[in-house]
């Protein structure tokens, strides 16, 4: 085999692992929509308790100032 065809036969298999590796990568990212949904359900709970936290130490710091 000569260097040139070996060179072709490393530029094939490159493009064959690139073009497996951006399949796979798109399988995994079908569901994008769903799971960003997920995270902002998650991120606005989180900050509704946060806040519902913070609501309770302000109104039980001036009850005792009171």
């Given at each position: 085999?000569?260097?040139?065809?070996?060179?072709?036969?490393?530029?094939?298999?490159?493009?064959?692992?690139?073009?497996?590796?951006?399949?796979?990568?798109?399988?995994?990212n079908?569901?994008?929509?769903?799971?960003?949904?997920?995270?902002?359900?998650?991120?606005?709970?989180?900050?509704?308790?946060?806040?519902?936290?913070?609501?309770?130490?302000?109104?039980?710091?001036?009850?005792?100032?009171?």
């Amino acid at each position: 085999m000569t260097l040139f065809q070996k060179k072709k036969l490393r530029l094939i298999a490159k493009r064959i692992i690139r073009n497996e590796k951006q399949l796979r990568l798109y399988l995994l990212n079908l569901h994008w929509i769903k799971i960003k949904k997920q995270k902002l359900r998650r991120k606005r709970r989180t900050f509704i308790r946060l806040w519902k936290q913070q609501r309770l130490n302000t109104i039980r710091k001036y009850q005792w100032v009171a």
